[in-house]
T-cell receptor, first 113, second 114 residues
Framework: SQQGEEDPQALSIQEGENATMNCSYKTSINNLQWYRQNSGRGLVHLILIRSNEREKHSGRLRVTLDTSKKSSSLLITASRAADTASYFCATVLGGGGADGLTFGKGTHLIIQP | DTGVSQDPRHKITKRGQNVTFRCDPISEHNRLYWYRQTLGQGPEFLTYFQNEAQLEKSRLLSDRFSAERPKGSFSTLEIQRTEQGDSAMYLC????????????FGSGTQLSVL
């Protein structure tokens, strides 16, 4: 079973606009990570936010974490055509869960030129 | 850092045949993971190794699946008596380990079982 659920499942915006994706999860976590996957390729790590952090930035990426609501959001500012990809949130479970990351189903982002 | 490499990129096989995939992780990484991904879904955890020890296996890993990492370097994933439901992308990832680890993924092996 998958721990995280991304929302929306698909998102299409114009180049230059901001894109926001959300992730909800079910159990306590040690950290939450976001990955990007281009079609037919492996996943690339984007950013990690620890359970005691609320916000983190990396270039055009901004991630927030609300552990009380068990949710996270990923904001991509000033989107580019190259940002077209699937985005996954992944969690490392707290309290003795499997050491492997557990991924959601992803948000498919399309940037229209 | 040459990245994680997987071989082959694509594999087409007939139902009932055995297939083997190989993964070469980043050299200094002691953890190696196998995931399976079907169309429209996120990667699903199969198993992972800490050096040569296989520490965890998912319920998804039936007895037809076996993974090895004989010398703590490369790993192989074998599927015996393949079924059409085994068709998926098989992803390998490696990391240095720890709760705040980030995974480095290979490009995957796309398996099609006819």
């Amino acid at each position: 079973s998958q721990q995280g659920e991304e929302d929306p499942q698909a998102l299409s915006i114009q180049e230059g606009e901001n894109a926001t994706m959300n992730c909800s999860y079910k159990t306590s976590i040690n950290n939450l990570q976001w990955y990007r996957q281009n079609s037919g390729r492996g996943l690339v790590h984007l950013i990690l936010i620890r359970s005691n952090e609320r916000e983190k930035h990396s270039g055009r990426l901004r991630v927030t974490l609300d552990t009380s609501k068990k949710s996270s959001s990923l904001l991509i500012t000033a989107s580019r055509a190259a940002d077209t990809a699937s985005y996954f949130c992944a969690t490392v479970l707290g309290g003795g869960g499997a050491d492997g990351l557990t991924f959601g189903k992803g948000t498919h982002l399309i940037i229209q030129p | 850092d040459t990245g994680v490499s997987q071989d082959p990129r694509h594999k087409i096989t007939k139902r009932g045949q055995n297939v083997t995939f190989r993964c070469d992780p980043i050299s200094e990484h002691n953890r190696l993971y196998w995931y399976r991904q079907t169309l429209g879904q996120g990667p699903e955890f199969l198993t992972y190794f800490q050096n040569e020890a296989q520490l965890e296996k998912s319920r998804l890993l039936s007895d037809r699946f076996s993974a090895e990492r004989p010398k703590g370097s490369f790993s192989t994933l074998e599927i015996q008596r393949t079924e059409q439901g085994d068709s998926a992308m098989y992803l390998c990832a490696s990391s240095r380990g720890g709760y705040n680890e980030k995974l480095f993924f290979g490009s995957g092996t796309q398996l099609s079982v006819l």
